[in-house]
């Protein structure tokens, strides 16, 4: 079974622009949980689809959107990029919302923002 | 919100000694706590996980142990090789948040020859 797949891998961005980023789950799953990963912040959620409807949502500006089609694939959309919004965007994806439901990372799509 | 501390930054073991990892959380709500490792250039990999109503739980050089009172949780990596190097995150998980995954900061373990 295919793992969970990132497009695109990396990016180079100017600040101002915007950006999107695509996650593909595994087969059969049907949540997909954005995470950014800095050096100095580490691991961060940023939010969490179920069904095509955001569940739950982490700290950060609402330059930060996502969504998800009916397929289970996901994109996050970065709005008026900053310097700081570079990072490695991480993607998981589980078969349901439960608590033990096993996330599975992609191998992230890394935004450098100049 | 969930707070989760994670202890050492750094490790350095020798190739065959054990490693110990450890993670203290605040809200008494999680249940849940799974431990990635994440190679360079990788996504993290979950290896164990264990549930609020364990105590302990065991695949085979990984142990992952639990403590609810003190709110405190470690991983064990018995008979350490060259391959377990990598970055270590533990997670925890709190009722209700959905899957909502909180990690700690991470420790990089270097396991030397």
């Known amino acids: 079974k295919a793992g969970v797949t990132q497009t695109p891998r990396y990016l180079i961005k100017t600040r101002g622009q915007q950006v999107t980023l695509s996650c593909s789950p595994i087969?059969?799953?049907?949540?997909v949980s954005w995470y950014q990963q800095t050096p100095g912040q580490g691991l961060q959620f940023l939010f969490e689809?179920?069904?095509?409807?955001?569940?739950n949502k982490g700290n950060f500006p609402g330059r930060f959107s996502g969504r998800q089609f009916s397929n289970s694939r996901s994109e996050m959309n970065v709005s008026t990029l900053e310097l700081g919004d570079s990072a490695l965007y991480l993607c998981?994806?589980?078969?349901?919302?439960?608590?033990?439901?096993?996330?599975?990372f992609g191998p992230g799509t890394r935004l450098t923002v100049l | 919100g969930e707070n989760v501390e994670q202890h050492p930054s750094t490790l350095s073991v020798q190739e065959g000694d054990s490693a110990v990892i450890k993670c203290t959380y605040s809200?008494?709500?999680?249940?849940?706590f799974p431990w990635y490792k994440q190679e360079l250039g990788k996504g993290p990999q979950l290896i164990i996980d264990i549930r609020s109503n364990v105590g302990e739980k065991k695949d085979q050089r990984i142990a992952v142990t639990l403590n609810k009172t003190a709110k405190h949780f470690s991983l064990h990596i018995t008979e350490t090789q060259p391959e377990d190097s990598a970055v270590y995150f533990c997670a925890a998980v709190v009722t209700g948040g959905g899957n909502k995954l909180t990690f700690g900061t991470g420790t990089q373990l270097k396991v030397e020859l």
């Open positions: 087969s059969g799953h049907r949540s």
């Open positions: 809200d008494s709500a999680s249940n849940y």
């Open positions: 998981a994806s589980s078969l349901g919302t439960a608590v033990t439901d096993t996330q599975y």
């Open positions: 689809y179920f069904s095509e409807t955001q569940r």
